[in-house]
Each structure stands twice: as structure tokens, then as C-alpha cells.
């Protein structure tokens, strides 16, 4: 018996992006994704492990070599619009909020569970992490193109900032692709 399920989702890729090594997050819009194990080559995010940081400091002191469970930003068009919605803007640029993976279709995105997978028509694979909870680097992205907005993004994107994923199988990822949602077979959590 799989562990993993099949569901009747799918998203569409309606827009990739790579994210270069330095200081920003601001994504440039590209066609194809080539993704190892990695991550994608020549990205910020790069790494089949990374150092840690805040976001795990009860469990490690920061900058502790961990494994990198974050060579991705994968987020819905959907939730996407309904932040700009919220926001008071027309359109959210992916390219403002780091997005690797922008998908349509499926609902309720950013709450899939961690340990899904996403597979493309290739064969290629993410692994979901968990959710990505808003912070101020967006902010500071759509404040340098449309002042006075970016303070608005973190409380806006609150619960539909998507998901951080990994590379279980390297492949390529293209605009038009659909990936397939496999969620754990398994009841949730009841301490």
C-alpha cells in the first residue's frame, strides 16, 4: 500500500522563477527550471544543505550546518491575487516575493501537508516542507518598485505565503507544465 496519495489536483506552472546569489530575493522570470538534487544551479537557495537560521533557533544555534529543506518557494496564483486583493493592488509581481514555482489549482495551497509531493510530467519531484510564513523581504521588494505598499504584504499574506519544498527528483520543471499533488496516507496529528 502507498504512502503516499494520489489526489485529483493538479497545478498548472504558470510561472518560474530563479533567484541569483546575493543580497536580494527578487526572482527573474525564466521558462525552465533545471532542478537537482540541489535545488536549482546558480540559486540563492542552492544546497543540498544549509545553515541555519531563525526560523529553526529552538532547535540549533544559528548557523549550524543543517539539511536544506528550503531550495524552494513554490506558491499559488490564487492566494497570490487575493493578498494583492488585500494589499489594495491590481497584480502581486512573482518576481517581488522569490518565487521559484507559482501554481494554479490547486486550493488551499499554502496548507498542503508537509511531505507532499508535487511531480511533474518528467518524473520531477518536490517534496513539501511546510508552510512559508510571510516576512518583511517581500516588503521591501514591492516597496522599492511601488512605494507605499510594501509594509502591507506581511499582515496581507498571512496563511497563503505558500510552501517551502526540496528536490527528491532532479528533472526539469517548464511554464505550461501540470504537477501532480501526492499527499501522505496517514490520519492528522490527534496528541
Given amino acids: 500500500m502507498p504512502v503516499l496519495r494520489e489526489t485529483e489536483f493538479t497545478g498548472e506552472v504558470v510561472w518560474l522563477g530563479h533567484v541569483p ?19 536549482g544551479k546558480g540559486e540563492r537557495h542552492e544546497g543540498e544543505n544549509r545553515a541555519s537560521c531563525v526560523r529553526v ?19 499559488s496564483a490564487e492566494e497570490m491575487d487575493a493578498t494583492a486583493k488585500e494589499m489594495g493592488m491590481d497584480r502581486l509581481e512573482p518576481a517581488f516575493l522569490g518565487v521559484s514555482i507559482l501554481l494554479r489549482g490547486i486550493p488551499d495551497f499554502t496548507h498542503i501537508p508537509p511531505s507532499s509531493r508535487l511531480q511533474a510530467p518528467d518524473g520531477a519531484t518536490i517534496t513539501v516542507d511546510m508552510e512559508n510564513r510571510p516576512c518583511v523581504l517581500p516588503g521591501r521588494e514591492i516597496e522599492a518598485d511601488q512605494p507605499g505598499y510594501g509594509a502591507a504584504f506581511k499582515p496581507a499574506a498571512q496563511g497563503r505565503r505558500g510552501v517551502t519544498a526540496w528536490v527528491e527528483r532532479p528533472g526539469q520543471l517548464r511554464l505550461g507544465d501540470r504537477m501532480t499533488l501526492f499527499v501522505p496516507d496517514q490520519r492528522a496529528w490527534a496528541p
Avoid: C, H, M, W
Avoid at 21 to 39: E, K, M, P, T, Y
Avoid at 60 to 74: A, D
Fill in 21 to 39: 546569489v546575493g543580497g536580494s530575493i527578487r526572482a527573474q522570470a525564466v521558462d525552465v527550471l533545471d532542478l537537482g538534487f540541489a535545488g
Fill in 57 to 75: 533557533k529552538n532547535l540549533y544555534p544559528e548557523g549550524t550546518e543543517i539539511r536544506n529543506v528550503r531550495q524552494l518557494s513554490v506558491l
